[in-house]
């Protein structure tokens, strides 16, 4: 296969070759749901729906498993915080994220594990751990991973243990054997959501879901999948962690491919609610629409950090509405005095296959996107010149939504006219016919003030709604 993907894993560029033939196995770690979603959520969770679109395109079978954390130290103090249920406030928050990724054109994963519901998988997996030597108990605190014991921990960060060791704050009354040790099993407190286990009732540790769920949910225990994608803050210690779980327990590798997204920044500095500079998805499409997200975020190869902005959201949505132009003039492209025009073949296969060519180098979005741009440019140089037939036009669109089927970004939601808006388009053709000029206009500012925007062709209005 021509597809190369960074691995983080080698630090390098590698082809990609599914561990089946034909199939992909492709786990993403999702959010912890105590809260909305913010933007760094949806860049993850967009590059990895664009990457599962590629590899469906191309033909793979591709399971895409991404999980929701509904048990954690944060979703316990918010619940506490909002005199809740975990439960609950775990389940609502599952709803709020489905509607942003659904706004957003993202995929329901096959499958959605969550954390509670997965606790005698965590369970037996510790279990195993402990069978092999990984794990000691701290008394009134929990089960925990022994780093040491894992002799190549540090593998997917690149670090040693004696530098973490080295570099990390103990506290005077720490009893972990090295400062970097985790909790995979958390004894209860009070008030705290719990289960049973034969080590004491408790929870379980944030590590420990993603181990348990994907071995279940990506073919038998300990067999390793394709890609485990996530954003690049979690390489450590969180896919650490994992690594050091599941090859711990079944001496196999975990993942064969790691994949992570880079930071979304604000004036140079991760967006993050530490610092306070976050914004949440729900706020930016109270602003934006959804595909002018989604284009901004495809806009800028998937690896690599991307500048939030109001000015580069409108820098987005000026490139979007290129595309969205030139698709509606397509629509409405009609010459069928001429005959087909080979070049428009010449310029679609060029085309796909600088598009393919970009895709192919670990994804590149943006430079997919360009090819695009380039193709645009070359149709309309042929249309002004009158040189394209209806046919043409057909082809056009019909190569432009192969490749929406990769970006989702193409395709506006249907949102007709209303009778109101009817009658005043018909009004205005009215006065101009009658060339009551003064009232056209003021009808066209009445509609412009209503988001719909009107352009005049020699077949009649056209209308679009502002973006």
Not at 281 to 303: A, D
């Amino acid at each position: 296969m021509a597809l190369r993907v960074f691995n983080s894993l080698t630090k390098e560029k590698e082809f990609f070759q599914p561990v089946k033939q034909g199939e992909v196995s492709i786990y993403v770690c999702g959010p912890t749901v105590y809260d909305l979603g913010h933007m760094g959520h949806a860049r993850s969770a967009i590059a990895f729906d664009v990457i599962r679109r590629y590899l469906t395109w191309k033909g793979l079978k591709v399971t895409f498993v991404s999980n929701y954390t509904d048990v954690d130290d944060k979703i316990i103090n918010r619940a506490r915080e909002e005199k809740t249920a975990e439960r609950e406030l775990g389940e609502r928050m599952i709803l709020e994220y489905k509607k942003d990724y659904k706004a957003l054109g993202i995929l329901d994963a096959d499958i959605h594990p969550k954390a509670t519901e997965h606790i005698k998988e965590m369970l037996d997996l510790i279990k195993q751990l402990e069978k092999k030597g990984f794990t000691y108990v701290i008394k009134n605190d929990g089960v925990y991973y022994d780093v040491t014991k894992f002799r190549s921990y540090g593998k997917l960060s690149k670090q040693k243990l004696e530098d973490l060791r080295a570099g990390a704050r103990v506290e005077v009354d720490d009893q972990k054997k090295h400062p970097f040790d985790f909790a995979l099993w958390k004894f209860k407190k009070e008030g705290e959501i719990f289960w049973d286990s034969s080590w004491g009732k408790g929870r379980p540790g944030w590590h420990i879901e993603c181990s348990a769920m994907s071995a279940k949910h990506l073919g038998k225990t300990g067999k390793t999948f394709d890609i485990h994608g996530g954003g690049i803050d979690l390489i450590f210690p969180h896919h650490e962690n994992e690594i050091a779980q599941s090859e711990g327990a079944y001496e196999k590798p975990m993942a064969k491919y790691w994949l992570h997204n880079g930071h979304v920044m604000v004036d140079n500095e991760k967006m993050s609610k530490s610092l306070g500079n976050f914004f949440t998805i729900r706020e930016v499409l109270k602003k934006y629409h959804p595909k002018v997200v989604r284009y901004f975020l495809l806009s800028t190869h998937y690896r690599g950090p991307i500048n939030f902005s109001n000015a580069v959201l409108d820098q987005a949505k000026a490139g979007l509405m290129r595309i969205w132009d030139f698709l509606e003039v397509m629509r409405g492209y009609e010459n069928e005095k001429r005959k087909e025009n080979k070049t428009v073949d010449v310029f679609i296969e060029t085309t796909r296959k600088g598009f393919t060519e970009a895709m192919d180098d670990d994804f590149d979005s943006s430079g997919a996107l360009g090819y695009l741009f380039d193709f645009m440019r070359e149709i309309n140089t042929l249309r002004a010149k009158n040189m394209m037939a209806t046919a043409d036009s057909i082809k056009v669109l019909d190569f432009m939504m192969d490749m929406n089927n990769i970006l989702n970004v193409m395709e506006k939601e249907k949102n007709p006219l209303d009778e109101q808006a009817k009658k005043m388009i018909q009004e205005r053709e009215t006065a101009r016919k009658k060339r009551d000029f003064e009232r056209a206009d003021q009808i066209r500012r009445e509609l412009n003030a209503m988001g719909i925007v009107l352009e005049d062709t020699p077949k009649g209005p056209r209308w679009k709604r502002k973006v």
